[in-house]
């Protein structure tokens, strides 16, 4: 099983700039094959799903995010990275990696593998 850890949460005011980050680590063997998505969480409300990126780097985001956050992915370091440009405080949220194989990257349903999440919050 592949276990994933988030970084790069934080505070920020709006408009500004977070980089978060996803490190694989565990039975990586075929994660470069695997299916990798961004989620964000407020409390009180269902997870949701941001960003995607398949094993041939195609991206997928939701339309909210689209044109300011840019996943992207690194397979030689095991990791995922979700560029967050344009910041506004609806953004603020607990967001956690997730990955599975097989494809369809966009269907945010699926995902069985998850981190432990980062706090996002924009003032």
């Known amino acids: 099983q592949v276990q994933l850890v988030e970084s790069g949460g934080g505070s920020v005011q709006a408009g500004g700039s977070l980089r978060l980050s996803c490190v694989a680590t565990?039975?990586?063997i075929g994660w470069q094959y695997h299916c990798m998505a961004w989620f964000r969480q407020v409390p009180g409300k269902a997870r949701e799903g941001v960003a995607a990126i398949d094993a041939d780097g195609r991206s997928y985001y939701k339309d909210s995010v689209k044109d300011r956050f840019t996943v992207t992915r690194d397979i030689a370091k095991n990791t995922i990275l979700l560029q967050m440009n344009a910041l506004i405080p609806d953004d603020t949220a607990t967001y956690y990696c997730a990955s599975r194989p097989g494809s369809f990257c966009y269907n945010f349903a699926q995902y069985n593998d998850w981190g432990q999440g980062t706090q996002v919050t924009v003032s």
């Open positions: 565990g039975n990586t």
